[in-house]
């Protein structure tokens, strides 16, 4: 079973750019497609972004298109979101996912999640 683990998160200005990183505990992550969801205080989770296992194909949320790209280092057995023009609606805990399909709804492994707090 997969144990993924989340770091990068914290607090950002507006407009301020954010890297957040997810590696494995367990085996290697390159038999998975990669995602990140996200949870706002009060709000239902909802996705962010994911990338296929061979990192050919990347899909993202329409609010985040254009400002967050995910990535996938398979000599570091880590998945990255690259996240820039921060903004208030962005605030949420983020959580790293993986599963054997790329999909938007829902993911089988998922991290513990970290917060991102964008704020002046």
């Known amino acids: 079973q997969e144990e993924l683990v989340e770091s990068g998160g914290g607090l950002v200005q507006p407009g301020g750019s954010l890297r957040l990183s997810c590696v494995s505990s367990g085996g290697p992550l390159s038999s998975y497609a990669l995602g990140w969801f996200r949870q706002a205080p009060g709000k239902e989770r909802e996705f962010v972004a994911a990338i296929s296992r061979g990192g050919v194909r990347a899909v993202y949320a329409d609010s985040v298109k254009g400002r967050f790209t995910i990535s996938r280092d398979k000599a570091e057995n880590r998945a990255d979101l690259q996240m820039n023009s921060l903004n208030a609606e962005d605030t949420a805990v983020y959580y790293c996912?993986?599963?054997?399909?790329?999909?938007?709804?829902?993911?089988?492994?998922w991290g513990k999640g970290l917060l991102v707090t964008v704020s002046s």
């Open positions: 996912t993986a599963d054997s399909q790329l999909r938007t709804q829902w993911m089988d492994y």
